[in-house]
């Protein structure tokens, strides 16, 4: 995980000038990326598309994407981002608050202890911040890194043998995961 | 500019860093049940081994059939006695608190049953009135720890009260408990099936682990064979006990054989000595359950995968036994999840989990077809007899009409009370 921050923080610096540009005052944005969020047990991929109105150093939008960390879950939520400074390249900052819907992988269905599992979703949060490079063309490359936060619900059906057979019916067992993980993202952004 | 903006991403992902030391973790929380025992003593339990108010059928287990009447196994707790003379009307009559029951047998007027490691004699001349007439303390060793406890030995555990916790997962991972031993008391009881054994003595199935052939009851453990002289039936007498393999699950008589079930295969024994039964054949398969049924010269199978049984395979095996101590394999026909096993001439009943009841046609071996499948009920075990099919299922004893197999009709229900 060290390595990644120290390879971004090279990115930054072996950047090279970009143009300015010019931002109406509001406008429609789409902000597309792709990234990893890394956590205590497991690096997952994730994408995510977030579209809504911003301004020079404001921006707020409807966002939704995958994620794969633990379950695989489709997280919808409200992304807002505030831009600082001006020139070729912006700092900024981003606070995200949703829901991670369960769409669960067969597997992630699949308990170790004779089961089968129900996976419920929970919320989203989601903060940090980023760089954003300004290209000719109104559109900008992000990168971006911060922290992520995800809940989820696991409902395993468990079938408890014993010694003249098995339980009629399963004993249902709960596991409540609170993930918290460090998100490393790049984007486009078109406006 | 760039040079500050530069600045600012700095320390912004150096606190990224560090968060990721610091902050970066996942989290679990496990909530489950567990079973805490409700002691009695054991004078109070023996006490209450009578012929109590009826109750209602909840977690059904082995059933057994004498004359008229049905012993119906509720798992853990005892035995219903259910007056079974009109099938379209059964009543229950009452009920025998026996903690730790899951098997028994009868001969005569007498009925043996486990109280967890213990066996009672029971008198149930009338059934109504029942007595107990001699108990064997530790008859069954294997059954002294109840539930995966280590019950206390002057007290008998007669109830679980569940209770739900809330840990994390890392700390249920390190608590070095079994995990499914308190719940065997919800375990289900696979029936039975009907037995050559005639009267005077009763009908199990070929989930039982009791049987009786003549003066002797044949119970089996684990991995053990246990004889009990039952020539003086209220005063048996443990005689002898026979190791066996692992993963013994059922015993069925027929004739002067014993067919065991085990996870792994059949054992046939000889009674030619009944107090010493040996073993003249046997019948390897895959490890699955493998409820049993036979006759003269061939046995019927049942392998099933699924939870402690393991394997992946579900179907009916008809073994040639004709020739012990040679066995060989017939034929196999495929089912979904097969159970107990039941034949009354050349019908064979089956019961295939959530699949249903299934009737067969075995009068050709090499062609066995299906007649009907009563559907639409989770099957346990079966015992056809009379032209009646006892069948428990998950959501109760049901009571099938055979005599006309193009119109089998079901005669009675007892549900279950959840």
Same mark, same amino acid.
């Given at each position: 995980?060290?390595?990644?921050?120290?390879?971004?923080?090279?990115?930054?610096?072996?950047?090279?000038?970009?143009?300015?540009?010019?931002?109406?005052?509001?406008?429609?944005?789409?902000?597309?990326?792709?990234?990893?969020?890394?956590?205590?047990?497991?690096?997952?991929?994730?994408?995510?598309?977030?579209?809504?109105?911003?301004? #020079? *150093?404001?921006? =707020?939008? $409807?966002?939704?994407?995958?994620?794969? @960390?633990?379950?695989? !879950?489709?997280? &919808?939520?409200?992304?807002?981002?505030?831009?600082?400074?001006?020139?070729?390249?912006?700092?900024?900052?981003?606070?995200?608050?949703?829901?991670?819907?369960?769409?669960?992988?067969?597997?992630?269905?699949?308990?170790?202890?004779?089961?089968?599992?129900?996976?419920?979703?929970?919320?989203?949060?989601?903060?940090?911040?980023?760089?954003?490079?300004?290209? #000719? *063309?109104?559109? =900008?490359? $992000?990168?971006?890194?911060?922290?992520? @936060?995800?809940?989820? !619900?696991?409902? &395993?059906?468990?079938?408890?043998?014993?010694?003249?057979?098995?339980?009629?019916?399963?004993?249902?067992?709960?596991?409540?995961?609170?993930?918290?993980?460090?998100?490393?993202?790049?984007?486009?952004?078109?406006? | 500019?760039?040079?500050?903006?530069?600045?600012?991403?700095?320390?912004?992902?150096?606190?990224?860093?560090?968060?990721?030391?610091?902050?970066?973790?996942?989290?679990?929380?496990?909530?489950?049940?567990?079973?805490?025992?409700?002691?009695?003593?054991?004078?109070?339990?023996?006490?209450?081994?009578?012929?109590?108010?009826?109750?209602?059928?909840?977690?059904?287990?082995?059933?057994?059939?004498?004359?008229?009447?049905?012993?119906?196994?509720?798992?853990?707790?005892?035995?219903?006695?259910?007056?079974?003379?009109?099938?379209?009307?059964?009543?229950?009559?009452?009920?025998?608190?026996?903690?730790?029951?899951?098997?028994?047998?009868?001969?005569?007027?007498?009925?043996?049953?486990?109280?967890?490691?213990?066996?009672?004699?029971?008198?149930?001349?009338?059934?109504?009135?029942?007595?107990?007439?001699?108990?064997?303390?530790?008859?069954?060793?294997?059954?002294?720890?109840?539930?995966?406890?280590?019950?206390?030995?002057?007290?008998?555990?007669?109830?679980?009260?569940?209770?739900?916790?809330?840990?994390?997962?890392?700390?249920?991972?390190?608590?070095?408990?079994?995990?499914?031993?308190?719940?065997?008391?919800?375990?289900?009881?696979?029936?039975?099936?009907?037995?050559?054994?005639?009267?005077?003595?009763?009908?199990?199935?070929?989930?039982?682990?009791?049987?009786?052939?003549?003066?002797?009851?044949?119970?089996?453990?684990?991995?053990?064979?246990?004889?009990?002289?039952?020539?003086?039936?209220?005063?048996?007498?443990?005689?002898?006990?026979?190791?066996?393999?692992?993963?013994?699950?059922?015993?069925?008589?027929?004739?002067?054989?014993?067919?065991?079930?085990?996870?792994?295969?059949?054992?046939?024994?000889?009674?030619?000595?009944?107090?010493?039964?040996?073993?003249?054949?046997?019948?390897?398969?895959?490890?699955?359950?493998?409820?049993?049924?036979?006759?003269?010269?061939?046995?019927?199978?049942?392998?099933?995968?699924?939870?402690?049984?393991?394997?992946?395979?579900?179907?009916?095996?008809?073994?040639?036994?004709?020739?012990?101590?040679?066995?060989?394999?017939?034929?196999?026909?495929?089912?979904?999840?097969?159970?107990?096993?039941?034949?009354?001439?050349?019908?064979?009943?089956?019961?295939?989990?959530?699949?249903?009841?299934?009737?067969?046609?075995?009068?050709?071996?090499?062609?066995?077809?299906?007649?009907?499948?009563?559907?639409?009920?989770?099957?346990?075990?079966?015992?056809?007899?009379?032209?009646?099919?006892?069948?428990?299922?998950?959501?109760?004893?049901?009571?099938?009409?055979?005599?006309?197999?193009?119109?089998?009709?079901?005669?009675?229900?007892?549900?279950?009370?959840?």
């Amino acid at each position: 995980m060290k390595f990644i921050c120290l390879c971004l923080l090279a990115c930054i610096n072996c950047w090279g000038a970009t143009a300015q540009k010019k931002v109406s005052k509001f406008n429609f944005q789409s902000i597309n990326e792709v990234g990893f969020t890394a956590g205590e047990n497991a690096t997952r991929m994730q994408f995510s598309t977030s579209n809504g109105i911003g301004n #020079k *150093n404001w921006y =707020a939008g $409807l966002a939704t994407g995958m994620d794969f @960390y633990r379950f695989r !879950t489709v997280p &919808v939520y409200t992304d807002f981002r505030y831009r600082f400074l001006k020139g070729p390249g912006q700092v900024f900052a981003y606070i995200n608050t949703g829901y991670h819907f369960a769409w669960a992988t067969t597997n992630e269905k699949v308990n170790i202890w004779q089961g089968s599992s129900t996976v419920q979703g929970g919320v989203h949060f989601a903060a940090g911040g980023g760089y954003q490079f300004n290209l #000719k *063309n109104k559109h =900008a490359i $992000l990168i971006s890194a911060g922290y992520s @936060y995800k809940r989820a !619900t696991e409902k &395993v059906n468990l079938t408890i043998c014993g010694f003249a057979g098995c339980n009629p019916s399963p004993v249902v067992e709960e596991y409540k995961y609170r993930l918290r993980r460090l998100s490393l993202k790049v984007g486009w952004l078109l406006q | 500019m760039r040079n500050n903006n530069r600045l600012l991403l700095l320390p912004l992902l150096l606190a990224v860093c560090v968060l990721q030391t610091a902050c970066i973790k996942d989290d679990c929380t496990h909530t489950y049940t567990y079973y805490e025992p409700v002691y009695r003593t054991k004078d109070e339990v023996r006490a209450n081994i009578k012929s109590n108010a009826p109750q209602e059928v909840k977690n059904p287990g082995k059933i057994y059939i004498k004359g008229a009447y049905i012993f119906l196994n509720e798992i853990d707790k005892g035995i219903h006695v259910i007056d079974n003379s009109n099938p379209a009307q059964p009543k229950n009559l009452s009920f025998i608190n026996i903690p730790g029951n899951m098997d028994m047998a009868v001969k005569g007027n007498t009925l043996y049953a486990d109280l967890y490691q213990d066996l009672i004699a029971i008198d149930i001349t009338n059934p109504q009135q029942i007595v107990t007439k001699k108990i064997i303390d530790d008859a069954f060793p294997h059954r002294r720890y109840a539930n995966g406890f280590m019950a206390d030995t002057n007290m008998i555990i007669i109830n679980w009260t569940a209770k739900t916790q809330s840990i994390s997962c890392s700390e249920y991972q390190n608590r070095g408990s079994c995990r499914g031993c308190i719940f065997e008391t919800f375990s289900t009881a696979d029936g039975n099936n009907k037995s050559a054994g005639a009267s005077p003595f009763g009908s199990g199935g070929s989930m039982a682990r009791f049987a009786i052939v003549n003066n002797y009851l044949y119970t089996v453990g684990n991995n053990n064979l246990d004889v009990f002289d039952i020539n003086n039936s209220a005063a048996p007498t443990k005689n002898n006990s026979v190791p066996l393999s692992f993963g013994i699950e059922t015993i069925y008589p027929f004739k002067d054989r014993l067919f065991i079930g085990s996870n792994t295969g059949m054992l046939i024994y000889s009674l030619q000595n009944p107090a010493t039964p040996n073993e003249i054949g046997k019948f390897e398969h895959a490890r699955v359950c493998d409820p049993v049924i036979a006759e003269d010269n061939v046995a019927f199978v049942t392998l099933r995968s699924g939870s402690t049984c393991a394997g992946f395979t579900n179907q009916l095996d008809v073994v040639n036994i004709q020739w012990l101590p040679a066995t060989s394999l017939f034929k196999s026909y495929p089912m979904t999840n097969p159970h107990g096993l039941s034949k009354d001439g050349n019908t064979l009943f089956v019961c295939d989990g959530a699949a249903g009841l299934k009737v067969l046609n075995a009068t050709y071996l090499s062609d066995i077809k299906t007649i009907t499948t009563i559907s639409n009920i989770d099957t346990y075990d079966v015992i056809a007899q009379n032209g009646v099919a006892l069948v428990v299922a998950k959501d109760g004893l049901y009571q099938y009409d055979y005599t006309n197999l193009n119109n089998i009709r079901l005669l009675s229900k007892i549900g279950i009370t959840q």
